[in-house]
């Protein structure tokens, strides 16, 4: 069977934003801009349900792509019912999605804007975060690393962490793979066992103390987490003067 199309539905810009970013994007892939199907809404999900169900027929989609979750519901987003409408009218649509959401601005914990429907509901979640947006002055181009991370799995194993860097120009979008591990931003969400990991790799050999002060993690913490792991990190040295590293058990770069 040949795979389906994809049909974008935005609440945020219109067809020639994106349109444009989709062929910045392909450009840096270096391969022909895929053909998007488009919809720009003005309305509700629950309100748009019949359109998009007919968009799906005529053209066989497969995906659906909305941007974004709170301009797609009706009423306050932090509600339940119109949170409910909005899964509803989806499931009606019986197709496979992708949700972007904002999140919270000023809670420690970074959860989809509104309701907890929006977790509760998807079956998975991924959480991105970025760092602030760079200046490279030799390739002429801003850049941005961001991070993303399985913050839910219903079915599934999680899924490791993945990083990226995009590379902005005025006719392109770069994307290259980047390890977390070496933006000390992006780390800072990898689990501790992952951070230490990452301190440790090409070699180096730290004390308790200078782990905990690069990582601003307190040292009873981390002294749990080597011993916890004794199969992946090492320690040379006596009780009060001991250094840690990694055992051959965990590839060096990883």
């Keep these: 069977t040949s795979p389906g199309g994809e049909l974008y539905l935005d609440y945020e810009t219109d067809r020639e934003d994106s349109q444009g970013r989709i062929l910045r994007l392909a450009r ?6 895929p053909h998007v199907y488009y919809k720009q809404c003005r309305q509700p999900m629950a309100a748009e349900t019949q359109e998009i169900q007919q968009i799906i027929a005529n053209e066989g989609i497969d995906l659906l792509i909305i941007d974004s979750a709170s301009m797609a519901t009706s009423g306050e987003v932090s509600e339940t019912k119109p949170t409910k409408e909005f899964f509803a009218a989806l499931r009606m649509l019986n197709r ?3 949700i972007i959401a904002h999140t ?3 809670s420690i914990e970074k959860t989809p804007l509104g309701s907890a429907m ?3 509901q998807p079956r998975q979640v991924f959480m991105i975060r970025s760092t602030h947006e760079m200046v490279s002055t030799q390739q002429e181009s801003r850049q941005l690393e961001i991070g993303i991370y399985d913050a839910k799995m219903n079915s599934r194993g999680h899924i490791k962490p993945l990083g990226f860097r995009f590379a902005f120009s005025d006719d ?16 800072k969400n990898l689990p501790i066992r992952d951070q230490v990991a990452g301190l440790l790799r ?3 050999q730290l004390s308790v103390e200078h782990l905990s002060e690069t990582l601003e ?9 080597l011993n916890r792991h004794k199969d992946e990190f090492v320690r040379f040295g006596g009780p009060k003067d001991a250094l840690w590293a990694l055992g051959t058990s965990r590839p060096m770069g990883s």
């Design 28 to 33: 840096g892939l270096g391969i022909p801009a």
């Design 217 to 225: 993690i307190p040292q009873p913490t981390i002294r749990m987490v």
């Design 118 to 120: 929006w977790t509760n």
């Design 202 to 204: 090409h070699g180096n």
């Design 172 to 187: 392109d979008v770069r994307i290259s793979a980047i390890n977390i591990a070496d933006n000390p931003d992006l780390s």
């Design 104 to 106: 919270q601005k000023n």
């Design 96 to 98: 496979t999605s992708l």
